[in-house]
């Protein structure tokens, strides 16, 4: 939601210490994050450590469904449990073909620059904002938050900026909690940084037409901000774990076995192919 990043490696650390187990909602980090997108695990070099992944093909990828990555055990676990894998309709034959496009993009590398920009305008925009720290998310993703007292204001700034045509929509109580209304902004690969300083242009006339004080200086150009810190930080050791290498295998399942599976009237190997081949160490083939 925040587009924060959880304390990975501090929170294996304290999970092998009581023999618990965890899973990893990779939604945003899935093409965003790590070599090649493999996200956020892949990242801080902790696929050993973590039970499960879970990567949605619906951010970044631009389509639908999701791999589960995680050991055998889980497979057939969800192959016999899982009512709604067990009961619903395949995903169809043109939304897999979507997806393995988008895994041959990561493979070949050719999300690479994209992703770099993303980043270069999540930079470009924490850097230019001069919004007061304790109202701008602590985040290093493409997920950025601009938090506010109340549900008037949030929807008003969003209004603002959509009459503009930037699509920034308000998240409002009860979805989170009273006095953390925010409006949600989402950077995209496609935006541009004229784009971005429009955004930040009419926050800051916004902030300053309804008596909100505004910094004199950003916070990555503060020195005395802690969350400054913690943010560079967040990124210092985000392009660290970039470097670690880890053997991990990205498999796409061919086309053809593809469109084997969507005739198949077994969802569990539907299941084989699309939430356990797509992305894993030991890669698995469907058995059709
Ligand atoms: C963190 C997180 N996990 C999972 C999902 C679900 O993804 P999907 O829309 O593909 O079901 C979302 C969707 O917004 C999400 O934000």
Known sequence: MDGDIAPLKEIVDLLDAYGAHLIVDEAHATGVFGQNGRGLVNEMGLEN??????HTFSKALASNGAALVGPKILKEYLINYARPLIYSTFTSFNNLASVKSAYEMLIAGETTELVEKVHGLIHYFRSNINVPDHMLLPSTSPIQGIVMDGNAKVNALSQRLIQAGLNVKPI????VPKGKERVRICLHSHNTQEQVQQLIEIVQTWFRENGIELLENNLYNSNS????????????SHSNATKVSVPVTLQVVPIEDVAEVSRSSTPASALSVSALSAISQQPTRAKL
């Not at 450590?49 to 879970?54: D, I, N, S, T, Y």
């Not at 901000?225 to 210092?236: C, F, K």
């Open 49 to 54: 450590r973590v039970f499960a992944r879970l």
């Open 172 to 175: 409002r109580f009860p979805t």
């Open 225 to 236: 901000s802690n969350s400054t810190e913690s943010i560079q930080d967040s990124r210092a």
